[in-house]
C-alpha cells in the first residue's frame, strides 16, 4: 500500500492563481481531511469528508474547496491564492475519523 | 473552546534520561486524546490514543501516556529517550460535538542529545 499520496511536493503561486492539490489514499478509508501547517500554530482542519459526496468545513475553510467524487480521491482547491495561504498543506485519511495518516505535505507559497 | 495546549516550544534531555512532552486539554465531557510525531520533511505518524478504558496507554516506539482527567492531562512519557526520538510532537484532541474535528496543539520540538 502507498497509503496516503499528495502531489506536488512543492508550489509556488502567484497572488490571485489557482490551483489544486492532490491528495489520494489506498486505504478505503471513508474520512479524509486537510490541514495547514504554520510555525507556532500546530495544524489546523480546513475541510473533512466522511465519504464520497460528503465534505464539510473544519477551523479555516475561507478560500479553499474541497469535493470527495471517489473514495481515494479528495483535492484541495485553492481559488485565488493569497500570501497568508502560505503553508505547509497535509492531507489525512482515517478508517473511522480516529487516528489519522498522514500524507507527505506539500509546501506552497504564494509570493 | 475545545483545544489542546503545549506549553513547552521545545523539551531538551539526554539520550538514556526519561522524558516527558506536556499536553492539557479543554473538553468538557470525555475526550479522545492523540499524539503524533512529524520527523523532518515527513507527515505526521501516529503514536497512541486515549478514547475510554485504562489512563496509562501504551504507544509505538516505547512511548505511553497518562490521561489525568482531574489535572485535564494528557503527558507523553518514554523512560529512556533515544537520540532517534528527536522529532516534533503534536498532542490533539477529537471535538466533542462534531466526532469529525480535530484540534492539534502547536507542537513541542524534542531535542535528544548523545
Known amino acids: 500500500n502507498a497509503g496516503v499520496t499528495q502531489t506536488p511536493k512543492f508550489q509556488v503561486l502567484k497572488t490571485g492563481q489557482s490551483m489544486t492539490l492532490q491528495c489520494a489514499q489506498d486505504m478505503n478509508h471513508e474520512y479524509m481531511s486537510w490541514y495547514r501547517q504554520d510555525p507556532g500554530m500546530g495544524l489546523r482542519l480546513i475541510h473533512y469528508?466522511?465519504?464520497?459526496?460528503?465534505?464539510d468545513q473544519g477551523e479555516v475553510p475561507n478560500g479553499y474547496n474541497v469535493s470527495r467524487s471517489t473514495t481515494e480521491d479528495f483535492p484541495l482547491r485553492l481559488l485565488s491564492a493569497a500570501p497568508s495561504q502560505t503553508s505547509v498543506y497535509f492531507c489525512?485519511?482515517?478508517?473511522?475519523?480516529?487516528?489519522?495518516?498522514f500524507g507527505p505535505g506539500t509546501r506552497l507559497t504564494v509570493t | 473552546a475545545q483545544s489542546v495546549a503545549q506549553p513547552e516550544d521545545q523539551v531538551n534531555v539526554a539520550e538514556g534520561n526519561p522524558l516527558t512532552v506536556k499536553c492539557t486539554y479543554s473538553v468538557s465531557g470525555n475526550p479522545y486524546l492523540f499524539w503524533y510525531v512529524q520527523y523532518p520533511n515527513r507527515g505526521l505518524q501516529f503514536l497512541l490514543k486515549?478514547?475510554?478504558?485504562?489512563?496509562l496507554v501504551k504507544g509505538s516506539y516505547g512511548f505511553e501516556a497518562e490521561f489525568n482527567k482531574s489535572q485535564t492531562s494528557f503527558h507523553l512519557e518514554k523512560p529512556s529517550a533515544l537520540v532517534s526520538d528527536s522529532a516534533l510532537y503534536f498532542c490533539a484532541v477529537r471535538d466533542e460535538y462534531n466526532f469529525n474535528k480535530f484540534y492539534f496543539g502547536s507542537g513541542t520540538k524534542l531535542n535528544v542529545k548523545p
Open positions: 486515549y478514547i475510554t478504558g485504562d489512563n
Open positions: 469528508s466522511v465519504g464520497a459526496g460528503i465534505t
Open positions: 489525512a485519511s482515517s478508517p473511522q475519523a480516529i487516528e489519522q495518516y
